[in-house]
């Protein structure tokens, strides 16, 4: 069995000679999930000048009259660029993002402001340039605002506008060929004859990859049959640049999918140190180094294992192939409520929910049901327990490792 970290490891080299390569423009709107290729530098300043902050008076608190009065002499809205100037003893009545006029050091807000006619008095104690969104503040001109590799999320799109960007250079999706394997499989929506059971994987993987930005090329159910599986196997592989399926990598009669990865390509391994997802095969889909054939991500077919391996294994390397840096598993600290038994041997995803307890701690509370096949064991948790390889059990009160994952579901 390979232990985690290096079957990752040879996972993303396999994986690094592939990459999605071309690139294409897109529209902002279009570019959500996206990876860019190229860095983003910003052609401006923002904001573009100095404005207001606030609704208020701006005037040259540097200069104040001997009285400490100013006399009101325009009114500046947000939009509004006419040419004002302010002089010693003046001020502008000035809205929230108008643009700072000429001469004016302070912005004074509204509610610290005494009115009379066009006359004003500032209430209170002040400090000069307060209230003023200095141009360039946010972004300034020339700075690379967003690096290449980045997956494009709302906020991203919200700051390319924000610099005038409308249309940017991403990389091409990956292209995913999906097929489950199994007699039993049943799609929902149809009777359940005696045996079946309703395919469950399919509903998760695809919003999954779907989320990871890749395009994908439904291939249904496969019946357990070494041909039929041969046949799909060839099929996508020369449409797709992954192939991935559920079902059929373990040791039972029907389960041919190593087989025929051996017979059509090369299998990498096949077993993984890790609780759940044991038998998880990946390989390239041809024997030819040089052709450009799909690489299979054999997925176990119970549904815990399918989707904790999809995260850990197949998620990252997806990842890298469409030009993305690979984040690691950015895990926090958090206090067991409850022991976990866990016998030494393989890392342990346990599935669990954290919170925050009234002390600013973080709590893991441990799922009562820890089997493979248990898909509500994800659905009602949001944190995977994670125990190393050489663990034992872990008592109440410990500290641990946590993984949260609802983010890629
Ligand atoms: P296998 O890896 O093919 O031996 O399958 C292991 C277990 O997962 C069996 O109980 C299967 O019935 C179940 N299983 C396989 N594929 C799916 C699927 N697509 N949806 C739900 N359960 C599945
Ligand atoms: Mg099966």
């Known amino acids: 069995m390979r ?15 592939l990459s999605a390569g071309e690139v294409c423009e897109t529209t902002i709107v279009e570019s959500i999930g996206r990876v860019l290729a190229e860095d983003i530098v910003s052609p401006m300043n923002v904001p573009p000048k100095d404005n207001s902050a606030m609704d208020g008076y701006a005037l040259k608190m540097q200069e104040p009259s001997e009285d400490e009065t100013w006399l009101v002499t325009a009114t500046r809205l947000a939009g509004d660029a006419s040419e004002i100037t302010v002089n010693s003893g003046d001020a502008v009545r000035i809205m929230t993002g108008a643009e700072v006029p000429d001469g004016a050091d302070t912005v004074i807000m509204q509610e610290e402001i005494e009115r009379d006619g066009d006359l004003i008095k500032v209430v209170g104690q002040h400090k000069l340039g307060e209230n003023i969104r200095r141009a360039g503040n946010d972004i300034a001109q020339g700075k690379t605002i967003i690096a ?9 799109l919200g700051l390319l506008a924000s610099v005038g960007v409308a249309k940017v250079r991403v990389y091409r999706k990956p292209v995913v060929a999906l097929l489950s394997t199994g007699d039993e499989l049943t799609e929902p929506g149809t009777p359940l004859e005696a045996g079946a059971i309703y395919n469950s994987n399919r509903y998760f993987l695809f919003p999954m990859l779907q989320r990871l930005g890749c395009e994908i090329i439904d291939f249904g159910t496969i019946k357990d049959d070494r041909e039929a599986i041969s046949n799909a196997f060839t099929d996508a592989s020369r449409q797709a640049d992954f192939v991935i399926t559920t079902g059929g990598v373990s040791v039972g009669d029907a389960d041919y999918v190593k087989e025929v990865l051996d017979e059509l390509g090369s299998i990498d391994f096949w077993k993984v140190a890790i609780k759940p997802g044991k038998p998880f095969a990946c390989g390239s889909l041809s024997k030819n180094q040089d052709e450009n ?3 299979l991500f054999g997925l176990p077919g119970n549904p815990v294992s399918a989707i904790v391996t999809f995260m850990l294994l197949a998620r990252p390397a997806l990842q890298q192939f469409s030009g993305q840096a690979v984040e ?3 895990m926090l600290p958090a206090r067991l409520s409850a022991s976990v038994k866990k016998r030494p041997g393989r890392m342990d995803f346990q599935r669990a929910n954290y919170s925050m307890s009234d002390e600013g701690e973080l709590i893991v509370v441990p799922f009562n049901s820890q089997s493979s096949g248990v898909l509500s064991s994800i659905a009602e948790s949001n944190c995977f327990i994670v125990l190393e390889r050489d663990s034992g059990n872990v008592a109440e009160g410990s500290r641990v490792s946590i993984l949260p994952f609802r983010q890629w579901l």
Do not use: F, N, R
């Open 293 to 295: 054939a799909g690489y």
């Open 148 to 156: 290449k590799g980045t997956c494009l999320d709302a906020s991203h």
């Open 3 to 17: 232990p985690y970290e290096e079957a990752l490891q040879q996972l993303l080299s396999d994986v690094g000679t």
């Open 328 to 330: 690691g598993l950015s």
